[in-house]
């Protein structure tokens, strides 16, 4: 089992910066990739972006290309979404997800961190 704790989630005005957390414990040693998704009122969740555990390959939706960016430290079992130029369409729950070697779904969720962009 992993368990997924998200964080740093708030209010900010359009065109500023977030950066959330997602620290991960238990069978990290078998994350193979982890994620970001997203999800607003009255619309299903969405992909945002997601890196590899080992070599750090990046992915991202293209909403969000050239704004966002995924990180992790290895160390701290941590990955991190640093959100820049935020727009009020990018206002979300944002869930933090692991996805394991050998499995092809994000078998692990955090709770959420919700994400508040004002005009």
């Known amino acids: 089992q992993v368990q997924l704790v998200e964080s740093g989630g708030g209010l900010v005005q359009a065109g500023g910066s977030l950066r959330l957390s997602c620290a991960a414990s238990?069978?990290?040693?078998?994350?193979?990739?982890m994620g970001w998704f997203r999800q607003a009122p009255g619309k299903e969740r969405e992909f945002v972006a997601a890196i590899n555990w080992s070599g750090g390959s990046t992915y991202f939706a293209d909403s969000v290309k050239g704004r966002f960016t995924i990180s992790r430290d290895n160390a701290k079992d941590t990955v991190y979404l640093q959100m820049n130029s935020l727009k009020p369409e990018d206002a979300a729950v944002y869930y933090c997800?692991?996805?394991?070697?050998?499995?092809?779904?994000?078998?692990?969720w955090g709770q959420g961190t919700q994400v508040t962009v004002s005009p």
């Open positions: 238990g069978r990290t040693f078998s994350i193979y990739r």
């Open positions: 997800a692991a996805r394991s070697t050998g499995v092809t779904i994000y078998a692990y």
